[in-house]
């Protein structure tokens, strides 16, 4: 069947009448644009709750007195040295510790941080004492700055081994006194530091002090609410004495002991 011409003139027409204008197909075109960005942004966010997620759980700080978790301490390290963070001394105390530290073997104490030298023979440890045996002592007790600092010095007088060089210093502006101690006679368990308040045996998770080590130490006065800070790097004396012991032992310890600073 044959279209006539006023069927051809119906039908271009109804072809014009259906398809839109120009400012229409832009209109048309804008509105698929907003829509697009309405989706992308959309997605984006959807993408940056994602990540921002995935940080929290990298990044949350792990609660203190967590059980399956050691005291926090910094990982930051550089050929500088090692920027410890001790969070479970009080107070808070930070410091730049010797390089190896980053790769030491680490134990962890009631009050405190213990670091054994890979490789090496030196060893560090960074305590609070609330609680410890003096010498020869069967209870537990509580040491005042003073107490604490005389306790150590008889470790000469109850035979224990010798002690020089003590001086009155300040770590971090606080009174302290340093002394080098040549250890000769174990005292196994407690006499450093140890958990507990009252008549208890003398164990693992107490820290002592063992012959053939020579000792560089600082006590440090936190006052009369805190218990003192006990800080030391000690290294074998066997063959060491005070007078010609490895100075870079002793040069290492007043080198991080400069650093130290309570928060």
């Not at 698929?32 to 929290?56: D, T």
């Not at 203190?64 to 920027?83: C, E, I, K, M, Y």
């Not at 069967?138 to 020089?164: C, F, N, R």
């Not at 006194?177 to 008549?199: E, I, N, W, Y």
Request: glycine share 6%; with cysteine; hydrophobic share 40%.
């Amino acid at each position: 069947m044959s279209l006539t011409e006023q069927d051809l003139r119906h039908l271009l027409a109804d072809r014009s009448a259906a398809a839109p204008s120009a400012p229409d197909r832009l209109a048309q075109v804008q509105r698929r644009v907003r829509r697009r960005h309405v989706w992308v942004a959309m997605a984006s966010a959807a993408a940056a709750l994602v990540v921002a997620g995935i940080a929290f759980a990298v990044n949350r700080p792990t609660p203190v007195g967590s059980t399956n978790t050691p005291p926090p301490t910094s990982t930051t390290s550089t050929q500088a040295g090692f920027h410890f963070e001790g969070r479970y001394l009080v107070p808070t105390t930070t410091a730049v510790l010797p390089h190896w530290i980053a790769s030491a073997a680490d134990s962890y104490y009631h009050g405190g941080y213990h670091y054994d030298q890979t490789n090496g023979d030196r060893a560090i440890n960074l305590f609070i004492v609330n609680s410890m045996y003096p010498l020869g002592a069967t209870k537990v007790s509580h040491p005042s700055y003073a107490a604490l600092v005389e306790d150590w010095k008889a470790i000469q007088t109850a035979g224990y081994g010798t002690v020089s060089d003590v001086a009155t210093t300040t770590v971090d502006g606080k009174p302290a006194t340093r002394m080098t101690v040549q250890v000769s006679k174990d005292h196994p368990g407690g006499f450093a530091l140890c958990a507990g308040t009252g008549l208890q045996p003398k164990g693992d998770a107490c820290a002592g002090i063992f012959h053939d080590r020579l000792m560089y130490v600082a006590i440090v006065d936190q006052g009369a609410t805190n218990p003192p800070t006990l800080l030391w790097e000690s290294q074998s004396s066997s063959s060491a004495t005070p007078n010609s012991a490895s100075p870079s032992a002793a040069a290492e310890f007043a080198t991080w002991l400069a650093t130290v600073q309570f928060h």
